[in-house]
């Protein structure tokens, strides 16, 4: 796993905000297969975020501070899907969707901060912020599951790319 979190964190350093978002949406794919590979791709997806990644987009707003979840798993998934098979973040006919219709991602100006306002069924959110967040699932996820012997035979066998240095590869 260390290979796609540090991915990220390079492409969010780098400001390469289509290839940390890119990641950012798959990792919770591939933590949720390693979780548990008898479910749907959907259903793993939103339990891995809804666990690992939703408490950072509840909230209590108003004067009754009344909770409001942002983003859930399900909307994420949806999101997953326009994004990653259409290249668009409308997700107004994914089936997973659940209350959002659309997505904006923004970088704001050095030292502001806009993330997670919602107008109507658009959700806006900093997109360093977001993929900050996932790779924080990430890495809570990993240690959970770390003394799962299973689940870290899984993980050993994920893609590696070989850096080919002289006439020597090399495991990245």
């Not at 599951?145 to 689940?151: A, F, G, I, M, P």
């Amino acid at each position: 796993m260390k290979n796609f979190i540090d991915s990220v964190k390079k492409s969010i350093q780098e400001k390469n905000w289509y290839g940390a978002l890119t990641l950012a949406l798959t990792l919770p794919d591939i933590c949720g297969k390693i979780e548990n590979q008898n479910k749907r791709s959907g259903t793993r997806y939103s339990n891995w975020f809804d666990k690992y990644v939703k408490a950072k987009y509840t909230s209590e707003i108003g004067s009754d501070h009344k909770e409001h979840i942002f983003l859930n798993g399900k909307d994420c998934y949806a999101l997953r899907c326009s994004y990653l098979h259409e290249g668009t973040s409308f997700t107004l006919f994914q089936d997973a969707r659940d209350v959002l219709d659309a997505f904006q991602f923004v970088v704001p100006p050095e030292g502001s901060k806009i993330h997670c306002n919602q107008s109507n069924g658009t959700l806006q959110l900093q997109v360093e912020n977001f993929c900050t967040d996932i790779v924080i699932g990430v890495e809570q996820w990993a240690n959970d599951v770390k003394n799962d012997k299973v689940k870290m035979d899984k993980i050993n066998k994920l893609l590696k790319i070989m850096i080919i240095e002289g006439n020597r590869p090399k495991s990245n």
